[in-house]
C-alpha cells in the first residue's frame, strides 16, 4: 500500500538520503556500537514530539528502555572526536545538500546565540547581557553563549540556512590550562570567524554573512591572517554602526623626513546621508520576499585604527530607515552587498527551528565536580570553573562540556537532513496534504511539517526498506536489550 503525499519513489528518495548522510559519519567512531547510538539518536532528533530529553528519543523511536543509560553515556563516551564528527558534516553538507551559490562563492552565515540554563552545576555558564530588542527577554540572563554558523542552501524562493556547527564560545576560559582541553582564548567574534575559515576550507571561496557587532579590529585581523596562510579566500558582508568613523585614503607624501601617511582625512558615514544626498541612487530590488524602492551610495575607505584596511561601505536608505554596510571584498557589488545581507535572517529561522523543533538547547548536562554556581556573584570575582582542582575532576567537567557540544552537533545534523528533505521535495506537496495550517507556506515544506510526517510514517518507510542500516539499527534496539548491543561505547 502506497503512504499518503509522497509517491512510492518519493519514500524511497528520503531513506536513501537518510541513510547515505547518516552512513556517512561511520568512520568518525572507532567502534560499531557507537555508531549505532548516534544513528538512534539523530533520527530520535528529527521524530522527537516533545523536548523532555533522552526520554523522547526512547518513546518516539518505542526503544528498549534499557537503551536510557547507554543514550546517555554516548553523549561522554571517548570513542567519538567532535572534531572528526564536524569535518564530516561539513563534507555531507557538500555532497549532498543542495547548497546555494553566489557566483562561485558559497555563502555562509554566522552570529551568536544566548540560551537561559538554570542548571547551577553545568560547566559555562555565566551572567550574560543580552541585546535583543524582544522585550519578553530579560535584559541579564544566566546561561551559555554559543557560536552559530550556517549556510545557505536552496534557492531565493525556497530558502534554508543549514547549521553546520553550534560551539560554545563563552565561559570556559578557565579550563584553557587543562590538560586535554581544546579552548580557545579567543574572543567571541575571532572564534566565529575561525569557525567560517574552517569551513571555508570544506566548502571553498565563501563570503561570510555577519551581525553589525562583528566588525571589529580584531576579527578583520584574525581575517587577513587566515586568508594569507590558506588557498581559500573567505571575505566578510556585514553592517556598521552609525557612528562608525573611516578614513579616506593618504594622498601623495609630502616632502621631508617622517614615515607616510596611513589614511587620510576622517569622515563620519553618517553625515554622508546629508553630504552625498545628490549621489545616492535609487532603484528597486527584491529584500525579505518582495519588492522594495531603495537609495545607495558607495565608497571604500579606510577603516580600523591601526588597522587601516580598506573596506566597501553601502549606505542605504529604506522606508525613512538608514543603514550602512561593509564588505571585505572591494569587487562586490553595491546591490549585491545589499541583497546577500538581507539573506542573513535566514541563521535566525534555523536557531528558532532548532530551538522549538529539534530541542537542541534543551540538554541538561552537568557535574557533580563542577562548583556550584552563585547567582549574586560580584564582577571580578573568579568563575566556578577556577576552583576546579584535581585531573579526574577537571576531566568529569570537560566530559559534560563535550557532551553539550556533542548535543549541538547531531542537533545540527537532524536539522541539516530535514531542511534538505524540504528543499528537495519542494513543490510536490503542499502543507495542507500534510496537516492543517492557518497560513500554509507557498516555499518549501517546513521543519516541522516534515517532522509531523515522519512521526506519523517512519515506521512504515522503514518496513518498506528492510535492507538498509538504519532499519536495521532501530529494530534491533526496539526488539533486543541495550546489553547486546555492547552499550559500552568508550
Known sequence: MSLPYFRVVDHTIMLNFIENILSHFESCFSRKAAFRWFVAITIGLMLRSDKLGVTSIVRDLALNPGCYDSLLHFFRASSWSLGDIRRRWFSAVRKYAPLYKEGNLHILVGDGVKQSKEGRRMPGVKKLFQESE???????????????????????RNWACIPLSIRLHDGLQAAREWK?????????????????????????????????????????????SLNDSGNVRMDIVTKAKKSCTAYQKPGSRRPGRGRPPKKGAAVHLKELFVSQAGQFRETEVELYGKKETIRYYCVDLLWGQKLYQELRFVLVEMGGIQSILASTSLVLDPLSIIRLYSYRFRIECTFRELKQQIGAFCYRFWSKYMPKLSYYQKKGEPAPMEHVEGEKPRRKVLEAVRAIEMHMALSCIAMGILQSLSILFSGRIHTSQIRYQRTPSRGRISEATLMHYFRKHFFRLLGQKPELCITQIIQGLQEEPAEQWDSKVS
Open 134 to 156: 524582544n522585550s519578553a527577554k530579560p535584559e541579564y540572563i544566566h546561561g551559555h553563549m554559543f557560536g552559530g554558523l550556517g549556510i545557505l542552501a536552496g534557492s531565493v
Open 180 to 224: 586535554e582541553a581544546s579552548v580557545s582564548a579567543a574572543s567571541h567574534v575571532v572564534q566565529m570567524v575561525e569557525d567560517a575559515y574552517q569551513a571555508a576550507l570544506a566548502f571553498g571561496d565563501s563570503l561570510l554573512l555577519l551581525d553589525r557587532y562583528f566588525l571589529t579590529v580584531p576579527a578583520l585581523e584574525k581575517l587577513k
